[in-house]
């Protein structure tokens, strides 16, 4: 009989070392992701350009005046990133002016409203080429 209680006492310990361990991981795993939290803005504004070559233009010389770097221009987008900030802007021939959508990804939601607003005023303000 005594066997048997040790044999209980340990499957029942085990179970509480299973079950800490358990809460432990999903405690770091919280916590872990927490650390790594990101977020995502987006604005859209009219441009001021006469082709959609032109507001690409226009959004590739924003990144650049708000201190963007490793800018990447494709037919159908431009990119940069500065500090922990990754923008992406694309342009839509809408009538009667082009529109652009800028968005900006990065772990701190003021970083990004802050890179978003200052990248659509720089695209909206600049005269067509």
Known sequence: MKSRSAATFAARSSRWVLCTLLIAAAAAASTTLQAFACGLRWASTSVNSN?????????EMALKDNGFQNIQKTAS????????????????GTSPKHTA??????????TNLSAVNAVR???AGYAPL
Do not use: R
């Open 51 to 59: 082709t959609l070559p032109d507001c690409f233009t226009y959004a």
């Open 77 to 92: 987008e431009v990119t940069g990133a500065k500090a922990s900030a990754y923008a992406a802007i694309t342009c839509f």
């Open 101 to 110: 959508m800028i968005m900006v990804f990065s772990n701190s939601d003021a």
């Open 121 to 123: 005023t720089k695209i």
